[in-house]
C-alpha cells in the first residue's frame, strides 16, 4: 500500500470512527440525532482523479453559496472540457466505427432530473440534459432527437473525434477483429464522473457524464444517464452515483440502491459497499468487471466502495481537499 493510501485510509478511518458513535436504524434518526458527528457543509464529492479538478470549480459555486445544482453542473462541465480525458466528453474514445456517442444526467434536490443518451458532437451534454430537465416534460432525450434539442436551444455542433482520437481508434481497429471486447479495469474506459454535492442550505444534487465504454457497440448507452443507475437523488436521505461497467450497474439499479440503503440507516461507505456486494453475488465472471459507488447523505456523511481496488474519489470540504482511496471488495 503506498503512502497516499495509506494516509488517505488513515484520514477515512478517523472519520468512520467518529461516525460510528452512534448507528441509526432508521433514516429519520439518521438525519435527526444531535450526537451523530457532521461534517461541516458544503461537500462536494466526485469518482477519480479527474474528480480533482472538477470539484475546484464546483466548490467554487458553493464556496459563495451556491446552489449544488449548480456546482454540480459546472464541476462536470471541468471533465467535459478536458481534451485531454479519454472517457469523458468529446475527447473520449468512440464506439466501433469511431463516433464518440455521449450520456449524461442531472438530478436536483427537488428530485426533478434531465438526461441525454447516445448524443454526438456536443461539448456539453451536461448542461443539455439540464435543459432537458427545465424546459421539457420529459426525463431522457436520445440520438438524433438529443441532438436536434440541443441545436434548438442554441448549443453549437463540434467536431468529435478529436485528431488523437481517430489515430487511437484506427490503430485499436487495427488490431480487433472480434465482435465484442471484454471489459477493462481501471482503463480509463468507463470512467465517468459522478459527482454529488451538498450546499450550505443542505440540499443535495448530482450530475453523471461520460463517453462510455471505449469501442463500444454502436447504439450501445451505459448506466450514466439513466436516473437510478448511473446517478439517484433524493434529498430526504442521500445521493449516490457510480462509475465502471454500466451494464453491471443498470442490472442492480445501482444508485438507487445506494441511496435505498442509506434510507434503511447504512453509512454511505456501507450502502457503497453493499451495492457491489450485490453486484458482486448477480455476477458469474468478475472479470473486468469494475464498478465504483459514491454516496453522500444528509448530514454531508461521505464514502464510496468498488469491485477492485484503484477506484479512488475527490473530496471536497471547508476543511479537506484531497484524493481519496475507496476500500474494495478484491485486488486486481
Ligand atoms: N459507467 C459508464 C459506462 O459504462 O458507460
Redesign the pocket.
Known amino acids: 500500500m503506498g503512502n497516499l493510501k495509506r494516509r488517505t485510509f488513515f484520514k477515512l478511518g478517523l472519520a468512520s470512527a467518529a461516525l460510528a458513535v452512534f448507528k441509526p436504524s432508521r433514516a429519520s434518526q439518521l438525519i435527526e440525532d444531535s450526537t451523530r458527528v457532521t461534517p461541516p457543509k458544503p461537500v462536494v464529492i466526485s469518482t477519480w482523479k479527474h474528480g480533482l479538478a472538477a470539484n475546484e470549480n464546483a466548490w467554487k459555486v458553493l464556496q459563495a453559496g451556491g446552489k449544488a445544482i449548480d456546482a454540480v453542473e459546472k464541476g462536470v462541465r471541468t471533465t467535459e472540457a478536458d481534451m485531454s480525458n479519454r472517457s469523458v466528453g468529446i475527447g473520449g474514445r468512440p464506439d466501433r466505427y469511431g463516433h464518440v456517442t455521449l450520456?449524461a444526467c442531472i438530478m436536483d434536490e427537488k428530485s426533478k432530473c434531465g438526461a441525454v443518451a447516445y448524443l454526438e458532437g456536443f461539448m456539453h451534454p451536461i448542461t443539455i440534459a439540464r435543459t432537458v430537465m427545465e424546459k421539457t416534460p420529459h426525463v431522457m432525450l436520445a440520438g438524433d432527437g438529443a441532438a436536434d434539442f440541443a441545436l434548438d436551444y442554441g448549443f453549437k455542433k463540434v467536431k468529435s473525434p478529436l485528431k488523437e482520437v481517430k489515430k487511437e481508434w484506427k490503430e485499436w481497429k487495427k488490431a480487433h477483429t472480434e465482435k465484442f471486447d471484454k471489459p477493462e479495469i481501471n482503463s480509463e474506459n468507463?470512467d465517468?464522473i459522478g459527482m454529488l454535492a451538498i450546499d450550505a442550505d443542505g440540499n443535495l444534487s448530482g450530475a453523471c457524464t461520460?463517453s462510455?465504454?471505449g469501442y463500444?457497440l454502436p447504439g450501445r448507452?451505459?448506466?450514466?444517464p439513466i436516473i437510478g443507475a448511473?446517478l439517484f437523488v433524493d434529498n430526504e436521505i442521500g445521493a449516490a452515483c457510480?462509475?465502471?461497467?454500466?451494464?453491471a450497474?443498470i442490472r442492480i439499479a445501482g444508485s438507487h440502491t445506494v441511496v435505498e440503503l442509506m434510507r434503511n440507516g447504512h453509512s454511505p461507505e456501507d450502502a457503497c459497499r453493499l451495492a457491489v456486494e450485490r453486484i458482486i453475488a448477480k455476477h458469474d465472471d468478475l472479470s473486468g468487471l469494475q464498478v465504483g459507488f459514491l454516496a453522500l447523505n444528509k448530514n454531508g456523511e461521505y464514502g464510496g466502495y468498488s469491485v477492485y481496488n484503484g477506484f479512488n474519489f475527490a473530496l471536497t470540504t471547508p476543511n479537506q481537499n484531497e484524493l481519496i482511496d475507496a476500500k474494495s471488495n478484491r485486488n486486481w
Open positions: 450520456d468507463h465517468t461520460t462510455g465504454w463500444k448507452i451505459g448506466d450514466s448511473g457510480a462509475t465502471g461497467l454500466g451494464e450497474v
